[in-house]
């Protein structure tokens, strides 16, 4: 089936530890994102990319970090420095930059130990 | 950046009833959608509408662009059909990133 899946959907971190969320998507979609949902509120932009290889910040970049080697890979990583990593966190891709419809996964819920 | 608000934060309904719920964007859009996010936090793409109308079964969304604003219709509501509603908008200018407003919850009882 086409989509987009993202690993694992509950996920552990312990104090310091660095910790990667996996976002693969087979839709041949060109751009894709990361976003972060907390209790009761709507969802803020952590990274995006438009294209391999290139990649830009979003509003609550700091303490995340991404990579986009291959077109159908986006995974995020958690590091030590994000201080409140605890929330729901959303991959999206969409066929292209511009007007497009913007896809969802299923998301990963992120807890501290 | 842009701001987008949704009305009403809350919305408790009998089964059967009908309801409207409102987004305000404060700059011109290249891109508006509205979503489902049911239990599961599962967000479900319901409408890709920057501007005109819509309908898919009971539900139906319309954007008046020139006035900034989009609503999104459910006629006799199912419990189903109980969760957050979010609309979500990116600008014309910059990257297509979308921008959330903080959704609608919506709680429909038998």
């Known amino acids: 089936d086409g989509g987009i899946t993202q690993s694992p959907k509950y996920l552990f971190r312990k104090e310091g530890q660095n910790v990667t969320l996996s976002c693969e998507q087979n839709l041949n979609h060109d751009a894709m994102y990361w976003y972060r949902q907390d209790p009761g509120q709507g969802l803020r932009l952590i990274y995006y990319?438009?294209?391999?290889?290139?990649?830009q910040k979003g509003d609550i970049a700091e303490g995340y970090s991404v990579s986009r080697e291959k077109k159908e890979s986006f995974p995020l990583t958690v590091t030590s420095a994000q201080k409140n990593p605890t929330a729901f966190y959303l991959c999206a891709s969409k066929r292209q930059a511009g007007r497009d419809i913007q896809y969802f996964g299923a998301g990963t819920r992120l807890s501290v130990l | 950046g842009i701001q987008v608000e949704q009305s009403p934060p809350d919305l408790i309904l009998q089964e059967g009833a009908n309801s409207t719920l409102r987004c305000n964007f404060s700059?011109?859009?290249?891109?508006l959608q509205w979503f489902h996010q049911n239990p599961w936090g599962q967000l479900i793409n319901l409408f890709y509408?920057?501007?005109g109308t819509k309908q898919n079964g009971r539900l139906s969304a319309t954007t008046v662009a020139t006035e900034r604003y989009s609503l999104l219709y459910i006629s006799s509501s199912q419990t189903t059909d109980s969760g957050v509603y979010f609309c979500?908008?990116?600008?014309?200018?910059?990257?297509?990133?979308?921008?959330f407003g903080q959704g609608t919850r919506l709680t429909i009882n038998p």
């Open positions: 990319s438009q294209i391999v290889n290139d990649f």
């Open positions: 979500a908008v990116d600008m014309i200018q910059g990257a297509q990133k979308l921008v």
């Open positions: 700059d011109s859009v290249n891109n």
């Open positions: 509408i920057p501007s």
